[in-house]
């Protein structure tokens, strides 16, 4: 069974940095051979794509956050990072970890509240 765990999500003030992680354990999982992304949930919106890194760790962040949140991962730990920079109050979500490829995993999510 595939599981995701995030973590690293709290409370942090306006300006601040954070980097939430994803470990992923699962017996019949590779690791390398999957799309790994972050998403967001904010209250009362729907869920949106924040940033993805495939295997090969090529990098795509949404527009709308480059230049304050990247992504990375260390395949050697099945991990994914997404660190986050000069935090907003508008950065306050649940942030949900997916794993892509041919089958599609996610994990529970962890609450990231920006104060300001």
């Known amino acids: 069974q595939v599981q995701l765990a995030e973590s690293g999500g709290g409370l942090v003030q306006s300006g601040g940095s954070l980097r939430l992680s994803c470990a992923v354990s699962?017996?019949?999982?590779?690791?390398?051979?999957?799309?790994m992304a972050w998403f967001r949930q904010a209250p009362g919106k729907e869920r949106e794509f924040v940033a993805r890194?495939?295997?090969?760790?090529?990098?795509r962040v949404v527009d709308s956050l480059q230049g304050r949140f990247t992504i990375s991962r260390d395949s050697a730990k099945n991990l994914v990072y997404l660190h986050m920079n000069n935090v907003k109050p508008e950065d306050t979500a649940v942030y949900y970890c997916q794993a892509d490829g041919w089958r599609t995993y996610w994990g529970q999510g962890t609450q990231v509240t920006v104060s300001s």
């Open positions: 699962g017996r019949t999982f590779s690791f390398d051979d999957y799309v």
């Open positions: 890194i495939s295997p090969a760790s090529r990098t």
